[in-house]
């Protein structure tokens, strides 16, 4: 059992958004500002979408947007394109194992 | 640009030691202000972080992994390496190098990976 907790599935239609929650604790998610997105295509490695909650590194696109409320985070991926098919998975520092990963979310573009 | 290439066996029987090592170019493991990751993913399944290294020799590990593993430096030859002790099939998965950045964990760089098989 991963210490986050995602849904397994998402799915939604080009153009539209869609936001994929994270869930942990106050010993993680909702104890630090430290919570990371990745994105990986099949048979590749993951790529790194979001880091601090909020943050893109240079070169990931503006319609990936994260936020945080509470014990859970949040990515949202604007304006839906056929290439954002992947699995998505979030990441939180944790003050007792110090990295912890969500089980990750298959996204769907229909 | 920063890359990062996993080395060793893909075969490794039960019981026995897993050995990998991860090479990275583009950038000196030396200059600081970086972790050195391993991170595994068992087949269909999600990531698990299984521990870091500084330059400096200093380790963290997961808790579930920590009696069975070992991460090493090499600086000498910019390399990072990973031992996993007393193997079985459910360390089957394949395992990643990345690097972490030196305050929260963000693995900004990765390796492509390699699959490990734990089968006699």
């Known amino acids: 059992q991963s210490a986050l907790t995602q849904p397994a599935s998402v799915s939604g239609s080009p153009g539209q958004s869609i936001t994929i929650s994270c869930t942990g604790t106050?010993?993680?998610?909702?104890?630090?500002?430290?919570v990371s997105w990745y994105q990986q295509h099949p048979g590749k490695a993951p790529k790194l979408m979001i880091y601090?909650?909020?943050n893109r590194p240079s070169g990931v696109s503006n319609r990936f947007s994260g936020s945080k409320s509470g014990n859970t985070a949040s990515l949202t991926i604007s304006g839906l394109q056929a290439e954002d098919e992947a699995d998505y998975y979030c990441s939180s520092y944790t003050s007792s194992v110090s990295w912890v990963f969500g089980g990750g979310t298959k996204l769907t573009v229909l | 640009q920063v890359q990062l290439q996993e080395s060793g066996p893909g075969l490794v029987k039960p019981s026995q030691t897993l050995s990998l090592t991860c090479t990275v170019s583009?950038?000196?493991?030396?200059?600081?202000?970086?972790?050195w990751s391993w991170i595994r993913q068992h087949p269909g399944k999600g990531l698990e972080w299984i521990g870091y290294?500084?330059?400096?020799?200093?380790?963290y590990y997961n808790p579930s992994l920590k009696s069975r593993v070992t991460i090493s430096v090499d600086t000498s030859k910019n390399q990072f390496s990973l031992k996993l002790s007393s193997v079985t099939a459910a360390d089957t998965a394949v395992y990643y190098c990345a690097r972490v950045s030196g305050g929260p964990p963000n693995a900004d760089y990765w390796g492509q990976g390699t699959l490990v098989t734990v089968s006699s």
């Open positions: 583009g950038g000196s493991i030396s200059s600081g202000g970086y972790y």
């Open positions: 106050s010993s993680d998610v909702g104890g630090y500002n430290y």
């Open positions: 290294i500084y330059y400096s020799g200093s380790t």
């Open positions: 601090e909650v909020s």
